[in-house]
C-alpha cells in the first residue's frame, strides 16, 4: 500500500502562484509514475501532470508552460509548481501513484483561483 498526503492548495487571484505537496509513505519502492489530476466542479478529472521515475514530465495541454512537477527523491515528495493562474484552473487537486498494479490517490486539495 502506498499512502499519499497532500498540501499546498488555498484561495488566489488570477495571475497568482501556488505550490502543490504530495508526500508518499508505505510500499513506494514499486512505484513508476506519480503526479497530480484535477476536477472542477461538472467536469471529469484530468490530468494536470506526471514525473517518472526516470525524470520525465508530462502535462496537460491546459497547463503547459505554466504548471512544472518535480520530485524529491530524499523525502519521496513530489511538488507541483502553478503559477499564472487562471480561474479555470480552480478545482480539487489530487496526487496520485502508480505502482504498474494499481493507482493510489490521495485525499485531495483545493485550489481556487478568483478572477
Sequence with gaps: QVRLVESGGGLVQTGGSL???CA??????????????????????????AIFNNGRANYGDP???RFTIS???RTDTVYLQM?????????????YADDYHKDYWGQGTQVTVSS
Design 63 to 65: 497547463v503547459k508552460g
Design 83 to 95: 503559477n499564472n493562474l487562471k480561474p479555470e484552473d480552480t478545482g480539487v487537486y489530487y496526487c
Design 19 to 21: 505550490r502543490l505537496s
Design 24 to 49: 508518499a509513505s508505505g510500499s513506494i519502492i514499486g512505484i513508476n509514475d506519480m503526479g497530480w489530476h484535477r476536477q472542477a466542479p461538472g467536469k471529469e478529472r484530468e490530468l494536470v501532470a
Design 71 to 73: 520530485r524529491d527523491d
